[in-house]
């Protein structure tokens, strides 16, 4: 939903072409996205399903991207604010390319870029609305951070957006650790979208795994985790709930 801002031009208001628009809330969104480092770079999992409001209306939404050459980027949030920061990355990293000069953007530099984007637009009453995360490794360093829509940033060993940042943050803290394999990884991302495909309604069973190393970005095929609904609790979820509707 937008609404138009008037702009007062002296004696007159300026046409409608002119208006300012303002994005009140979001249409099509996706839901957490889960990022950790490991001993060879970072693995990031997101599912692959776009709520329009409630009503889970596409399954096929990718939601990370390569950029340039060290960097993975994956978003929360509006489907299409996260393809206009596509757009301002897809120029600078062509800017950065023109210059030809044997050196590349790297995702500290990424990181920060997207930081100044969210806050200057924050600024301007006009956010994008996404949080956005930010892996990549050069010169042999990981590095994994992540961006709110008002332009908050840091820097972890492991972030999640949504309601990753909620009820996958507690798991990573007990079980992430630095040493972490490629296969342990992915078991761990697995082990926090399960727990999210359970407990967010906006989650869906269809996810894909990204890692990103010094060779480059590799994204898996979407696929579905193995789940068990006959838990006592899902059968039953109000017992001994105070009070009644």
């Not at 062509?94 to 590349?104: A, F, P, T, V, Y």
């Not at 790297?106 to 997207?114: F, M």
């Not at 972030?159 to 009820?167: C, Y």
Request: proline letters at 3%; charged letters at 20%; glycine letters at 8%.
């Amino acid at each position: 939903m937008t609404f138009t801002i008037p702009i007062d031009n002296g004696d007159a208001l300026k046409n409608a072409e002119t208006d300012s628009q303002r994005t009140l809330y979001p249409y099509v969104t996706g839901t957490s996205i889960v990022a950790i480092k490991y001993k060879e770079g970072v693995l990031m999992a997101s599912d692959m399903g776009g709520s329009y409001g409630s009503t889970l209306r596409y399954k096929n939404i990718e939601r990370v991207k390569a950029i340039g050459k060290h960097s993975l980027l994956g978003a929360s949030g509006e489907i299409s604010d996260f393809q206009e920061i596509l757009r301002y990355l897809d120029e600078l990293v062509l800017n950065d390319n023109m210059w030809d000069d044997g050196n590349s953007l790297g995702p500290k530099e990424v990181h920060n870029y997207l930081t100044r984007v969210m806050y200057n637009r924050r600024n301007k009453f006009n956010p994008l609305w996404n949080t956005l995360v930010l892996g990549g490794v050069k010169n042999g360093q990981s590095y994994l951070g992540m961006v709110s829509m008002i332009g908050v940033s840091f820097e972890d060993n492991h972030v999640a957006t949504g309601f990753g940042n909620h009820l996958a943050r507690p798991i990573l803290r007990d079980e992430w650790h630095a040493d972490l394999s490629f296969e342990d990884g992915v078991k761990l991302l697995e082990k926090c979208m399960r727990v999210l495909l359970y407990r967010d309604r906006s989650a869906i069973n269809k996810l894909q795994i990204s890692k990103i190393t010094e060779e480059g970005v590799t994204v898996s095929q979407p696929y579905s985790l193995k789940t068990f609904w006959e838990f006592q609790a899902f059968h039953n979820p109000t017992a001994g709930a105070q009070g009644s509707w």
